[in-house]
């Protein structure tokens, strides 16, 4: 009998303990600093610092050889041939999915309007994945797209072939620019245009215009279709660029100011500090400082060994320019000359009926006037026949000047390198193994572990997977 009433006591006390940890455990494990619903602006601010941060910009900078590494030469030298795109996918690309979905729920559509309509923060949503997914592709080719971003529903996500993933980006492209209602609520928590849905339109019509331009030797119908529209809809001056602004505040301030402040890793390469030299570019002050040695722009030497870079000294080399690696430099997405070296090579394959030499010059003087060149200098540049168009290689001519004018912006320029081969670039001197310079990366061994059936089908699809096999529009 006191067995029984020493086991019953104990039942009541454990389940009087439990009863007290399990009444307030929600309350108790809830975090009173930490919000459980974010509004869709912080998403969208976030998404868009997270793609600035997620770009491989500098790796980029390097292979297009608008830099140099100035001690440790590893990335020129083109080392490690493996790179992960899973940030991308776990970073911007969930958050602007998540916006997209808020604001297609019935549940949740109405609360989301305080951050924007909902077909236009739909639309930014829609814009910036496309130029995210972009990023991802012309690194690597064959990536997760149509079955990305489902969670739980795709742990093994198929990979998409190329051509419909460029496919696709000209009708979300399409569809996101007549989504826009311009007289609604602009996009909260736009860093890059400020709600101004306008701008937004223009930019999906200008990036349209880039996916359309990279396919021209994969497939010249759909390349012209794409471009031909974007151009009709794009920039039309240097106010209507997609720039991320940077802040003078320490928590957002540009990354590469960032930086420089304790490091100097990265100078002008003697590559691109030569080319523009010898035209007398006046745009080489603005992107590189003097050497002090020198008092002139200087270059340092690309590609060459670790023991080579640390013989040279900060002293005898040109590192960026102050306006380039100002706190508040701005984040470059795209720009008017950009669009304006589109279509003057539209207008080279006789696409549009636009002269292109004149807007081949129109692109260069875009150029000038975003990095503070006057008038007068841009006009001496142009006059020069080193610079002047060339209508029998016109891929020559657009692709120089382009290659000189998409500095600070890494991924286009050596996208835009690959596909029109120009300028004519040399492989490191020092490569690691001799390799030529990467036209992509390879996937990493994680994916392989992961997602091995889907990885080793788009390897087969794509030929190898080396950084020498090039990706469906690099022919």
Request: net charge negative; with cysteine.
């Amino acid at each position: 009998m006191k067995r029984y009433i020493k086991k019953s006591v104990f039942a009541l006390l454990f389940a009087s303990l439990f009863v007290g940890c399990t009444k307030d455990f929600e309350e108790i494990n809830t975090d009173p600093n930490n919000v459980t619903d974010v509004p869709t602006a912080y998403l969208m601010t976030n998404a868009q610092r997270s793609i600035l941060g997620n770009r491989f910009n500098t790796t980029c900078m390097l292979y297009s050889q608008h830099w140099s590494e100035t001690q440790y030469t590893n990335t020129s030298r083109y080392q490690t041939a493996e790179a992960s795109f899973n940030s991308y996918y776990t970073g911007p690309l969930a958050d602007l999915e998540q916006i997209i979905a808020i604001n297609t729920d019935e549940a949740t559509m109405s609360d989301a309007t305080a951050s924007g309509s909902n077909a236009n923060q739909i639309a930014v949503a829609r814009i910036l994945k496309v130029y995210t997914f972009q990023l991802i592709t012309d690194m690597w080719g064959e990536i997760p797209y149509s079955d990305a971003l489902k969670g739980s529903e795709s742990f093994k996500p198929t990979y998409d072939t190329q051509d419909a993933i460029y496919a696709s980006f000209v009708t979300e492209l399409t569809e996101a620019a007549a989504q826009i209602e311009v007289n609604a609520a602009g996009m909260e928590g736009d860093i890059i245009f400020g709600g101004d849905m306008a701008a937004w339109k223009k930019f999906a019509n200008s990036l349209k215009a880039r996916v359309g331009i990279r396919m021209t030797e994969v497939d010249a119908a759909a390349a012209k279709s794409a471009v031909v529209s974007g151009l009709a809809g794009g920039f039309t001056s240097n106010d209507d660029n997609a720039l991320y602004s940077y802040l003078a505040d320490a928590a957002n301030w540009n990354p590469i100011y960032n930086h420089f402040l304790t490091r100097t890793d990265y100078a002008i390469s003697n590559t691109m500090a030569d080319y523009m030299a010898a035209i007398n570019d006046p745009r080489l002050p603005v992107y590189a400082d003097p050497a002090p040695n020198t008092g002139t722009v200087v270059g340092m030497p690309y590609g060459v060994s670790d023991a080579e870079s640390g013989s040279i000294t900060n002293a005898e080399i040109s590192f960026p320019g102050a306006a380039v690696r100002a706190a508040e430099s701005p984040g470059v997405m795209q720009t008017y000359s950009e669009l304006l070296f589109i279509k003057a090579e539209a207008a080279a394959r006789g696409w549009i009926s636009d002269d292109p030499a004149t807007v081949y010059e129109e692109a260069i003087t875009a150029s000038m006037e975003f990095w503070g060149i006057d008038a007068a200098a841009t006009a001496d540049y142009l006059a020069q026949e080193a610079v002047a168009y060339d209508a029998a290689n016109y891929k020559k001519s657009i692709g120089e000047q382009k290659w000189v004018s998409l500095y600070m912006d890494g991924q286009e320029s050596w996208s835009e390198w690959r596909r029109l081969d120009y300028p004519e670039l040399a492989p490191a001197p020092a490569a690691y193994q001799d390799r030529e310079i990467p036209r992509r990366r390879a996937y990493t061994q994680n994916e392989f572990d992961l997602n091995e059936e889907n990885v080793t089908a788009a390897v087969a699809r794509q030929g190898a997977d080396d950084m020498d096999t090039r990706i469906w529009w690099d022919k």
